[in-house]
């Protein structure tokens, strides 16, 4: 690092737990981002701020008026940008320093596997079951670290599915696809805006951690929150050893998930 970098990260370099040797790391990484609406405003805020060398910024829809409630990444002056456009001005207003790639598109099929093989991390931060699903198949493929989060109204939750360990469950096992599960939206059922801002805020902290090697991650574990009361509770759940995504895997599973907070 040169002495700009050493100044710019001196926060976290002077964590006993962090120094120069995870700063660099956190330089040298790729994170994929899928979304950049609620959740992936703050992630990739913090992201982008903190030293990720590059980060790639996949969505494809377009900023609008209704989104500039929670939508951190995106101001007035960009409506009808695309998301992931704006997303890539504003990081570079925030940190010259961070790569970043703006990807004007829903990813799948191949172009999903090949954005997921380059990273050695990815965040969830999309809104609906298809996407979501489709990732963690990727990650689970790649075995690469997925970090997923969800909000709606007043609930939100956030885990991680490091998936380079045999024996860590994947996003199904906890949430097993099926097609008469509801799908919550906030443009029909609502979102407290700092409720994003926490839950993304908290993805990118997983993160850091996963790609600093740093702390314990929160693998077979959720935390939900109920931003009415401010309560937050722990789920604990384990890799489904029957799971139809994952199973393929070494390793063996202890038990099938536990009940989660938030529908998928």
């Not at 899928?34 to 910024?57: E, K, N, Q, R």
């Not at 596997?113 to 991390?121: G, I």
Request: aromatic content about 4%; proline content about 4%; glycine content about 10%.
């Amino acid at each position: 690092m040169d002495d700009q970098q050493l100044l710019r990260y001196a926060r976290h370099i002077l964590l006993d737990e962090f120094g120069i040797e995870a700063q660099e790391r956190l330089l040298a990484a790729r994170v994929l981002i899928v979304g950049a609406g609620g959740l992936g405003s703050p992630a990739a805020f913090y992201l982008a701020s903190s030293g990720v060398g590059h980060i790639v910024l996949a969505d494809d829809d377009e900023v609008e008026l209704g989104n500039l409630q929670r939508q951190i990444l995106h101001t007035t002056d960009r409506i009808g940008w695309a998301k992931a456009e704006s997303g890539r001005h504003m990081l570079a207003q925030l940190n010259p320093e961070a790569r970043v790639q703006a990807l004007v598109r829903r990813l799948d099929g191949e172009a999903l596997a090949e954005q997921v093989a380059r990273a050695d991390l990815v965040l969830d931060c999309c809104d609906n079951f298809v996407t979501r699903h489709a990732v963690n198949r990727a990650c689970v493929a790649q075995r690469k670290p997925l970090v997923s989060g969800a909000a709606i109204r007043f609930a939100g939750q956030v885990s991680v599915f490091d998936l380079r360990l045999d024996d860590a469950p994947c996003y199904h096992c906890l949430f097993p696809e099926a097609d008469d599960v509801e799908e919550l939206r906030c443009a029909t059922t609502g979102v407290l805006a700092p409720l994003v801002g926490i839950v993304g805020s908290m993805q990118a902290a997983e993160a850091i951690k996963v790609l600093a090697g740093i702390g314990e991650p929160l693998v077979g574990r959720m935390l939900c929150l109920d931003a009415l009361t401010m309560q937050w509770n722990t789920v604990r759940f384990t890799r489904d050893p029957a799971c139809p995504v994952c199973g393929g895997r070494d390793g063996q599973g202890h038990g099938g998930p536990t009940a989660a907070c938030l529908p998928n």
